[in-house]
């Protein structure tokens, strides 16, 4: 049976952990009917989705081309948790109604174009998160527990230290990340263009 490498945590591990910081012990299995267990592991899903769903560098794509089936309609996989037509859509107003992609404004579900591009939020399973959003979200998990299970308010004050730490560490890796600057790089280009002196020689 192969072992898992140092660098991936599993949910498992991630489950201890947010036991471990409620003083709880370490399990070996997810056993659902063990409560702490069920609660632990529900919460991990729960921030899990809540933090991806704020869209962060690694899970957002922007003009993502998706195609109308064979009824025009624009279905929405499960691992999306945010969908939207670009900017070049302007009279088109969509949201998310019954699994597919509405038109607010036609009132209709009906895409007749062979292809859109859309922005999109992805929802990634927990082997494929970057190890800092992993810690951020065990974090956040583990103060939410340890309100739900223990109620020791100087336990919960010491954890929300944590996760605000946590937050700002991957809120660090985002603007790595992303290569954000004071001007701006909508949709991953440099709309900023600096003076450049031979330009001016040149004319």
């Known amino acids: 049976m192969p072992f898992p490498t140092t660098g991936s945590q599993t949910e498992l591990q991630a489950v201890n952990e947010i036991l471990?910081?409620?003083?709880?012990?370490?399990?070996?299995?997810?056993?659902?009917?063990?409560?702490?267990?069920?609660?632990?592991?529900?919460?991990?899903?729960?921030?899990?989705?809540?933090?991806?769903?704020?869209?962060?560098?690694?899970?957002?794509?922007?003009?993502?081309?998706?195609?109308?089936?064979?009824?025009?309609?624009?279905?929405?996989?499960?691992?999306?948790?945010?969908?939207?037509?670009?900017?070049?859509?302007?009279d088109t107003d969509v949201i998310r109604r019954n699994g597919k992609l509405y038109d607010k404004i036609a009132h209709s579900y009906e895409f007749t174009e062979d292809e859109y591009t859309v922005d999109v939020i992805w929802y990634f399973d927990w082997v494929d998160l970057p190890p800092v959003i992993k810690d951020y979200i065990v974090a956040r998990s583990a103060s939410i527990v340890s309100n739900r299970i223990v109620g020791d308010t100087s336990q919960y004050k010491m954890l929300q230290q944590r996760e605000a730490y946590m937050r700002a560490v991957a809120l660090e890796y985002e603007c790595s990340q992303g290569d954000y600057t004071m001007f701006g790089h909508p949709r991953g280009s440099n709309y900023y263009i600096s003076y450049e002196p031979y330009r001016a020689l040149y004319r």
């Open 20 to 90: 471990a910081s409620v003083g709880q012990a370490p399990v070996t299995t997810l056993d659902q009917t063990n409560p702490d267990v069920a609660i632990a592991y529900g919460t991990l899903l729960q921030v899990s989705r809540e933090v991806q769903s704020e869209g962060w560098t690694f899970n957002t794509e922007y003009d993502y081309p998706i195609q109308p089936d064979v009824n025009d309609e624009i279905l929405i996989p499960n691992n999306m948790l945010s969908i939207d037509l670009t900017r070049e859509y302007g």
